[in-house]
């Protein structure tokens, strides 16, 4: 499993892209596909900043939702998943990407509405 944007998680039996906080990645994930050379995963995890002020908190630049999704699309493995979490369904090219799920995440009242896409990796 890799986890992209994966802040202050601690290490684990996974491995980890970040570009600010210590990974096993410390980079950007758009650079992600040169810096593994061709290595890929059969799930992906991604937690990007939802908006420009959670960006800002965060310490990290916001990221272009599309570019991730092609970035992602070359270190994910034919046929397996990426599990995206954010407050919008991100574009996305079909010919990279098939919608296999979506789930709507509701902590409590006042609080963002999240949704969990589901992404099989087309062959």
């Given at each position: 499993?890799?986890?992209?944007?994966?802040?202050?998680?601690?290490?684990?039996?996974?491995?980890?892209?970040?570009?600010?906080?210590?990974?096993?990645?410390?980079?950007?994930?758009?650079?992600?596909?040169?810096?593994?050379?061709?290595?890929?995963?059969?799930?992906?995890?991604?937690?990007?900043?939802?908006?420009?002020?959670?960006?800002?908190?965060?310490g990290?630049?916001?990221?272009?939702?599309?570019?991730?999704?092609?970035?992602?699309?070359?270190?994910?493995?034919?046929?397996?998943?990426?599990?995206?979490?954010?407050?919008?369904?991100?574009?996305?090219?079909?010919?990279?990407?098939?919608?296999?799920?979506?789930?709507?995440?509701q902590?409590?009242?006042?609080?963002r509405?999240?949704?969990?896409?589901?992404?099989?990796?087309?062959?």
């Amino acid at each position: 499993t890799l986890h992209v944007f994966s802040g202050s998680l601690a290490a684990g039996q996974y491995r980890r892209c970040d570009a600010v906080q210590e990974a096993e990645y410390q980079c950007s994930v758009y650079d992600l596909p040169a810096r593994v050379a061709g290595e890929t995963w059969p799930l992906v995890l991604a937690d990007p900043p939802y908006s420009a002020a959670d960006a800002e908190k965060y310490g990290t630049p916001m990221v272009n939702r599309g570019k991730v999704l092609r970035a992602l699309a070359q270190v994910t493995a034919p046929g397996r998943h990426l599990v995206w979490l954010d407050t919008v369904w991100p574009m996305h090219r079909k010919a990279e990407w098939r919608t296999a799920g979506r789930i709507l995440l509701q902590r409590s009242t006042n609080h963002r509405v999240r949704l969990v896409s589901i992404f099989e990796r087309v062959a």
